[in-house]
């Protein structure tokens, strides 16, 4: 704390973003490019040494925070580089994507705006990349061990990097063409490009990790085969098992899953496709669901140019100010919240009766409806009460020529005789593949980590528990580790 009482002296600033305007005519991060660093020491310097940091502890990653905010109010940037990977392999991923917990844990929070955490934090990971403190690490020596790390989002990448900077060789194996997972084909460039993954791939390379992409194991290449040929295997292949709309008119064309949409309008940002086949161009657009994805939806749409954009949130317009009572201080309090997409939303003419940032609050979908070629026209939507009662006489249509399913993940996919039946592996109570609190499965020899064994969550967690699950690897492996486990990576409830 380099100044005592920065927190009473200097408000909270959040990093610039660009011009609505500007941003959407592009699929660039919607952030002012160096816009952060100008402010964001005197922001670290509101921290105010509380002495029981509850950030650190609603960290997943039992981030230092109160450590690296001090380096960085005194401009010891490469310290705070030191500390920053202490904890995160990833950090640039999640100072751009995590919904940042530890802020609602920050103790300034109890009666003043937190500490900007999660800024701090991205700040610091991309000075260290610019200054070049960011640099491949490769074992001393080798093992002689080898694992397969099954899936690469940042669960699979965060596993393999510790595990081979244990000394272990390690291939990862994923099903799609390039590596990534969801930070690659789900989540749009706006909110991370994708060089931001490029290159700690290619650190992750640099490092020794091995990558075979378009081999989706279970399918082209058998699990059995795999377990023989390496002495452990990591599961890391996310909960991509979407959830389905069961309403009248589901079939007709234009009604679509949110995974089927993002990953094409991300392709054409690969250069892979021209135009998305999905596009959003010149169409009234309804995205169902009111989460993160849906947001994502609705950024893309209007960077795709859709005529009007609409987004159904089931549940009503949450307050703009913590319960105390429901949601006590340093829990992670239910907030309307208006991401950058939302913000960018005003930009269009949002269909009829949505809010200027496209939402529809209380919105329950009843059906879709369409014209004489079987493609979709209308979305019939209807008010509901706190008990998702239909509220008499508020029922409406929506104009519609692309709806969007956007509506969250049960679990991983369960193929029969795939991935999940040729390893053994069972299902866990929240769906996801089960393990014991170590990512241990029945099977030995055989970890799960990530959204694979946690369902839905979050990239933040994904790498908490890719890092947790090498060390329970390396011991399995070696009899003990070195490998650090991030606090709570065992024991925490889903999502934040
Ligand atoms: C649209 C969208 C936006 C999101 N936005 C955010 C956000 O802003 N912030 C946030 O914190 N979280 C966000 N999330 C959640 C976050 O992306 C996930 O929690 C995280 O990516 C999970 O990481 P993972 O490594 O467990 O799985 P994934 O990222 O899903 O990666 C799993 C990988 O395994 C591969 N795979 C699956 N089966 C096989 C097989 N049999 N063989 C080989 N490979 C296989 C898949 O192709 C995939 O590449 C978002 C999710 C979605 C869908
Ligand atoms: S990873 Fe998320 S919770 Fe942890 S310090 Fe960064 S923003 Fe906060």
């Known amino acids: 704390m380099a100044d005592p009482k920065g927190f009473l002296t200097t408000p909270r600033r959040e990093a610039p973003r660009r011009p609505v305007e500007e941003r959407v005519r592009d699929w660039d991060e919607v952030y002012v490019p160096g816009g952060l660093l100008p402010i964001v020491g005197a922001q670290a310097d509101r921290c105010m040494d509380c002495g029981i940091p509850f950030c ?191 309403v009248l008119g589901r079939e007709l064309a234009g009604v679509h899953q949110a995974m089927e949409y993002l990953p094409l309008a991300n392709r054409v940002g690969e250069g892979d496709l021209a135009v998305s086949p999905l596009t959003a161009e010149g169409k009234h657009v309804v995205i169902v669901g009111g989460g993160d994805t849906g947001a994502d939806c609705l950024g893309t749409a209007v960077r795709e140019r859709a005529a009007s954009v609409s987004q159904l949130d089931i549940y009503a317009q949450p307050g703009d100010v913590r319960d105390e009572e429901a949601e006590p201080w340093p829990t992670y309090p239910k907030l309307y919240r208006l991401s950058a997409a939302h913000e960018e939303a005003g930009e269009l003419r949002t269909a009829p009766a949505a809010d200027a940032d496209a939402r529809l609050f209380a919105a329950s979908t009843l059906r879709f409806t369409g014209d004489a070629d079987g493609h979709v026209r209308q979305v019939h939507l209807v008010e509901v009460d706190a008990g998702r009662r239909p509220r008499v006489g508020t029922e409406r249509g929506l104009p519609a020529d692309l709806v969007l399913i956007a509506l969250g993940f049960h679990g991983p996919e369960r193929r029969a005789g ?45 790498i908490a528990e890719g890092r947790a699950a090498a060390a329970a690897v390396d011991r399995w492996l070696t009899g003990s580790t070195r490998l650090p486990v991030p606090i709570g990576a065992h024991d925490r409830p889903m999502g934040v």
């Open 56 to 246: 650190h502890e609603a960290c997943p990653l039992g981030n230092l925070i109160p450590e690296w905010n001090e380096l960085v109010a005194r401009d010891d940037w490469r310290a705070a580089s030191e500390r920053l990977h202490a904890t995160n392999n990833f950090p640039e991923f999640t100072g751009r994507l995590c919904p940042a917990p530890c802020e609602a844990g920050c103790v300034l929070a109890i009666n003043q705006p937190a500490v900007t955490i999660k800024n701090v934090e991205v700040a610091i990971a991309d000075r260290a990349w610019d200054e070049g403190f960011v640099a491949a690490r490769p074992p001393e020596r080798l093992s002689g061990r080898t694992v397969a790390v099954i899936g690469s989002g940042p669960a699979g990448l965060a596993a393999a990097q510790q595990l081979t900077r244990a000394g272990h060789t390690v291939a990862v194996y994923e099903r799609d063409d390039r590596v990534g997972g969801l930070l690659r084909y789900g989540i749009p460039s706006f909110k991370m490009e994708k060089r931001q993954l490029d290159r700690r791939v290619a650190q992750l390379v640099a490092e020794g990790v091995r990558f075979r992409t378009s081999v989706e194991i279970g399918r082209d290449l058998g699990a059995d085969r795999l377990r023989a040929r390496y002495d452990a295997v990591v599961v890391a292949t996310g909960a991509t098992a979407w959830r389905e709309l069961d």
């Open 418 to 462: 795939g991935l999940g039946d040729q390893l053994g592996l069972g299902i866990g109570e929240r769906g996801g593949f089960a393990r014991d609190a170590a990512f241990a499965t029945e099977v030995p020899g055989v970890f799960v980590a990530g959204d694979a064994g946690r369902g839905q969550s979050l990239v933040v967690w994904a």
